[in-house]
């Protein structure tokens, strides 16, 4: 099983140009002291954990979930603290950044042009285009719908498909289960599932993230539970 890693070394193993994982931990997220300040409130509060595998996120609505996830993502920066991706800052590289898949409450996609225009799109900013994930989701037959054609359940789809199109090393799924019809669903978690790299997938239904490796639990901007135990994850929350 994948989950915590106590290794010591952490430092990245890389040449300045390219990206390269650290040797010792090549699949680790580490967080240390991290917070996040919106003016006097804070979203989070010297949050510190290390994992890698799948790590799902709980937490009630204003935990502090998708603040977390979009720091993890680059696109917050912490008002304190640090993160580090195979030894790198998100904010700070670049090359990190594009080995990380995002899926947030907004899909990012072209509403107007197709699911095939979208992510040719993506693939061409990339550079990549792994093509093989739209049969996976079940996008074959809509290639050529425009996107406001699209049920709610399929639009994630696509958005997935957006985020698995450049190989990510690093998969962050906030909330992608929510609002989604029982196909779909499915259809997602079987994704989720199967993605071979770092899942971090927040959610507060715990029952949708049983399969993770690593639990981290959040109230009001606090970690009040991490580790590898599903039971302890949902007993913390559900105590909350």
Known sequence: MQGICNSPETG???????????QRCPRLIVCQKLSKRFGENFALREISFSADGKIAVFGHNGAGKSTLVKILAGILKPSSGKVEIFGLEPRK?????????VVTHNPMLYRELTVRENLEFYSKIYQAGNWGIVCSLGLKEK????????????????????????????LILDEALSG?????????????????????FSTHQFEDAEFCDS???????RLVYFGESYEKAVRSLSAR
């Open 12 to 22: 990245p193993e890389q040449d300045g140009k390219g990206f390269q994982e650290c």
């Open 143 to 170: 290639l050529n719908f425009r996107i406001s054609e699209l049920s709610e359940g399929f639009v994630q789809r696509v958005a997935i498909a957006r985020a698995l199109m450049i190989n990510p090393k690093l």
């Open 215 to 221: 639990f981290i639990v959040l109230e009001r901007g």
């Open 93 to 101: 590289s670049s090359n990190l950044r594009r080995r990380i898949g």
């Open 180 to 200: 989604l019809d029982a196909e779909s669903r499915e259809v997602v978690l079987r994704i989720m599932q199967e993605f071979d790299g770092i899942l971090v």
